[in-house]
């Protein structure tokens, strides 16, 4: 509609300039020397306007051609970034939709052209190591690196990535150390240090960026709470494995007090001290975890642990009666304590009792060697064959309550 009403706006201006032209058309006289020229106002007005529009014309003409070498060559150079946007975005759908051989191909064959040329080389680098070909995708990271060399830790960061993936742990770690040490804090250098940390079994290193990791919120809390113990676990075992009861205890101080009041940490650390002959040192451990809330698990432990001063062994599990007089567990674990101490009459009592309330092989493996210790054989053959008809009935959750055990076994638990 605008256009419309500009077209009715010149006719108009130019009917009144008609009309104003037609009652007084007026004249132009030009004179050079003896030579003179007149034509009407009207005609001198048309012929300026004609004349400025041809030169414009002429100009814009000249012009155009003069930067017709350029314009052809941005005109080009556009086709090609068209083009080059076209192959690329082909090539991150073939990528996204796991066909890595089309996605190499389309994502290389105008990355030259392409204004993302990162883009085109990273993602071409990951389909090569989805192929298998650690040769093409080092090159295509090598032409990332030259395209854009302020790029360089991107480029680094997903060699390192792709390097651990491929299992390349040694190539992978000179990396990441070198961007660890220039950005200690990015997330997901953290991530994949954690990663091949644990890939090389490197519990030591891993600990280290433990504090790191919580910091920065690399893993959710749950995994970054598994992800704990188990170097904590494994830290300890190791220094069970070497036979140092010394650097186990520095271990195991060294962890945060979380950790040593959580009661599967405790029991691993219970029986690698049992492993290495440090009874004592178990005794006192279970019963500072036991202090901080009760468990099963460990209180079955404590009941198959023996150690020097026997009667304040005895008097702290009794302790734990309190609340739990109904427990079969400290029951069974209380009858083993009096057995030890040769309190026959308390530990049957202890014993019948936990059975009358839970029916377990161990209780009746314990019942029958107490009977062979007071020289009853009959009872003795008798809780041996009821303890023997529920073990293939039993499927219990933790490695400590598998029936019988007798507590010569334990070290060999760990």
Known sequence: MKWLFSILLILLIAIMLGLYAYQDPGYVLIARGQQTAELSLT????????????????????????GMPGSLRRWRLRQRRE????????????????????????????????????????????????????????EYLALAHQHMANASFAVELTQ????????????????LLRLHAASPKHPHVLYLLARLYELLRNW????????????????????????????????????????????LAAQWKDLPRAQQQNPDMARHYVRCLLTLEQTDQAEVTLRDTLRH???????????????????????????????????????????????????????RAYLDASVSIQARSDTYYELGQLMEKINQPGHAADYYRQGLLLAHEEKLDDALTVTPIAPAMLPMLV
């Open 160 to 175: 390192a990535e792709l390097q651990l993936t491929h299992g390349q742990l040694p190539q992978s770690l000179v990396i």
């Open 293 to 347: 809330g009760f468990d099963n698990d460990l209180v079955y432990l404590y009941g198959l642990i023996t150690v020097k001063d026997k009667d304040k062994q005895l008097a702290a599990a009794e302790t734990w009666l309190s609340g739990n007089e109904n427990n079969p567990v400290l029951l069974l674990s209380l009858g083993r304590l009096c057995t030890r101490n040769r309190l026959w009459g308390k530990a």
């Open 83 to 138: 083009r080059a946007w076209r192959e690329t975005n082909r090539g991150l759908i073939e990528l996204a939709q796991g066909q890595w051989e089309k996605a190499e191909r389309f994502l290389i064959r105008h990355a030259f052209d392409s204004a993302t040329p990162l883009i085109n080389y990273l993602s071409a680098a990951r389909a090569a190591q989805k192929q298998n070909r650690p040769d093409k995708r080092d």
């Open 204 to 247: 030591a290193e891993l600990k280290q960026i433990l504090p790191a990791l919580r910091k920065r919120a690399v893993y959710s809390l749950e995994a970054l709470n598994q992800l704990e113990q188990k170097v904590y676990r494994e830290l300890l075992t190791i220094a069970t494995q070497r036979g140092k009861p010394d650097e």
């Open 43 to 66: 005609l001198f007005v048309i012929l300026i306007v004609v004349g400025f529009a041809l030169l414009y014309f002429a100009l814009q003409l000249f012009f155009g051609l003069w």
